[in-house]
């Protein structure tokens, strides 16, 4: 069974949960740099041979290290008993419970604290203020 947060827990955890988004979204920035890297040195060795080898194992290898670090920093968050939702926009939903039924408070790294939930059906597009 998830943990069910309280709104005041969820905003309690959220200096961390800033710290670790922050160094996450930081980390997908690495992965997307280190992937388009790669692809860029691929179509490279395309159109003039096999000399590019080492340098392309190099990358799959930074490419493979950076997406491992962002899988790691999701569970991380994950293992709080909350969701990351959208690295993009730092995105969480905190399992609750609302009125007897089970909720999502959902939080956004631009927002100072909990300030809305939704119906886990609804996602994102169904956010209602507290």
């Known amino acids: 069974m998830p943990r069910v947060w309280t709104v005041d827990e969820a905003n309690a955890v959220l200096p961390q949960l800033r710290e670790i988004l ?22 490279q060795r395309r159109g003039n041979g096999h000399d590019l ?7 799959r290898r930074r490419l493979r290290e950076a ?14 008993g909350c969701e990351v939702k959208d690295l993009d926009t730092g995105l969480v939903d905190f399992p609750s419970v ?6 999502l408070l959902c939080w956004q790294m631009s927002e100072p604290r909990v300030m809305y939930w939704h119906d886990p059906e609804s996602g994102f597009a169904g956010r209602k203020p507290l």
Request: glycine share 2%; hydrophobic share 40%; net charge negative.
């Open 22 to 43: 922050t160094v996450l979204i930081e980390q997908k920035s690495r992965a997307e740099l280190a992937q388009a890297s790669l692809q860029e040195l691929e179509m």
């Open 53 to 59: 080898e080492p340098e392309l194992e190099f990358r």
């Open 67 to 80: 997406v491992a670090q962002v899988r790691q920093s999701i569970e991380q968050v994950a293992n709080m």
């Open 98 to 103: 609302r009125d007897g039924r089970e909720v």
